[in-house]
């Protein structure tokens, strides 16, 4: 029990001595110096505190919008091109994220939509047979307009669809126009027998 006694007797004084206090003082000021260090590398390489705000990139063409970015130092990248709206010149800017007004850091990538050149092709349906009611309600429902200009053949149908004809050539099941073309209809007159 004696050697017990001693050795917590020379811990203690061990803990008591200068030598053991200079230790705790220079590690206590080494982890301070590496804190401070680590704090100022993160805030020089993360560039914290700048802010950059997005611009309106809305309606801007790809080389409008790539020589923008490159005087704020920002990056693009073009994610989707979404469905065709007339009111935006092609292939410009319809979305953006972050959006305009927003602060972002140096290199942020600014993802894009853009506007295709034309309203994408959509297959031109099997109506035959079918009402001019049905016909007209599917046409649309698939992004087609029902012109108005019709034209009755002979048949025991009246107002039976019996064809479509587009610019006044007459359309065969399975081709494509591009969504928002007018659309005429060949019904049946309903006076064969």
Do not use: C
């Not at 506007?115 to 698939?142: C, E, F, M, W």
């Amino acid at each position: 029990m004696s050697n017990f006694a001693e050795n917590l007797k020379g811990l203690f004084q061990f803990l008591k001595s200068k030598s053991f206090l200079k230790q705790i003082i220079f590690a206590v000021v080494g982890i301070l110096v590496f804190v401070f260090l680590l704090q100022w590398w993160l805030g020089v390489t993360t560039n914290h505190g700048q802010k950059i705000q997005v611009p309106n990139l809305h309606k801007m063409s790809l080389a409008d919008v790539q020589t923008k970015l490159n005087e704020l130092d920002l990056d693009y990248v073009v994610i989707d091109s979404a469905s065709y709206n007339p009111n935006y010149p092609n292939k410009s800017v319809l979305e953006q994220n972050p959006e305009p007004g927003d602060f972002v850091k140096e290199k942020r990538k600014i993802y894009l939509t853009l506007n295709p050149s034309k309203y994408r092709d959509v297959l031109i349906p099997d109506l035959n047979g079918r009402t001019q009611r049905q016909a007209t309600t599917h046409l649309r429902s698939i992004g087609f307009k029902v012109g108005t200009n019709i034209t009755y053949v002979r048949d025991i149908g009246k107002n039976v669809v019996r064809g479509l004809k587009y610019k006044g050539e007459k359309l065969e099941p399975g081709t494509s126009l591009p969504k928002q073309s007018t659309i005429d209809l060949i019904l049946g007159d309903g006076n064969a027998n």
